[in-house]
């Protein structure tokens, strides 16, 4: 089956840098990879989602880009600010039956420092 | 106003007790899932309905039940055979299965005293 691998697992960037966080999937056959969101004590928020026909999204200071051959994609945020601190995390889904749930990778605690 | 609701948000049993989380959804969804998370884990997946009267395990089923007799509801027993229960519980649906955002409840934190 399918598996998620999510690094850093922390990250910690001063206000106005960037922060790219970087996943690896397993399932060639795997073709939506959303990014979410989680604020403490709440549920995760899709903040961008990207399918396997477009090699980069972009979403305001959000970016997100998709390496098929390599079966790596990453999410990128462009000045960052201190309502960006979170967990971030990734996922994978692969077309159809019980292949189609998304896979989580284990999520990245950003903090932007002011 | 649209959206996925969880009751309540802080729930707190005694071991041995099966408890019942509260999961419903006015969006229409036919995809209904319900994923544990743990301090450092990703989101593990417990059980998932496609559609009404129907609904497959998933990766951490053991020690947990589930029903799906309305499109809006997909409750979540936690019984005594789940050997660590405490954790935070979401609630999520979709369209549709795969390929599809998945919308997030606010969870419910279970502590099992």
């Known amino acids: 089956g399918e598996n998620v691998e999510q690094h850093p697992s922390t990250l910690s960037v001063q206000e106005g840098d960037s922060a790219v966080i970087k996943c690896t999937y397993s399932?060639?056959?795997?073709?939506?990879f959303p990014w979410y969101k989680q604020e403490l004590g709440k549920g995760p928020q899709l903040i961008i989602d990207?399918?396997?026909?477009?090699g980069e999204k972009k979403d305001q200071r959000i970016a997100v880009t998709l390496n098929k051959t390599a079966k790596h994609f990453s999410l990128h945020i462009t000045e960052t600010q201190p309502e960006d601190s979170a967990v971030y995390f990734c996922?994978?889904?692969?077309?159809?039956?019980?292949?189609?749930?998304?896979?989580f990778g284990k999520g990245t605690k950003l903090s932007v420092k002011p | 106003d649209g959206g996925i609701t969880q009751s309540p948000k802080y729930l707190f049993r005694k071991e041995g007790q099966n408890v019942t989380l509260s999961c419903e959804q006015n969006?229409?969804?036919?995809?209904m899932y319900w994923y544990r998370q743990d301090p450092g884990q990703g989101l593990r997946l417990i059980y998932y309905?496609?559609?009404?009267?129907?609904?497959q395990k998933g990766d951490i089923a053991e020690g947990y039940s589930v029903s799906r007799e309305k499109k809006e509801s997909f409750p979540l027993t936690v019984t005594s055979a789940q050997k660590n229960p405490t954790a935070f519980y979401l609630c999520?649906?979709?369209?549709?299965?795969?390929?599809?955002?998945?919308?997030f409840g606010p969870g419910t934190r279970l502590t099992v005293l």
């Open positions: 999520a649906s979709s369209g549709r299965q795969g390929g599809s955002e998945q919308f």
């Open positions: 399932d060639s056959a795997s073709n939506y």
């Open positions: 309905s496609q559609i009404v009267n129907d609904f």
């Open positions: 969006l229409n969804h036919d995809a």
């Open positions: 996922a994978a889904s692969s077309p159809g039956g019980s292949q189609g749930n998304l896979i």
């Open positions: 990207i399918r396997s026909n477009v």
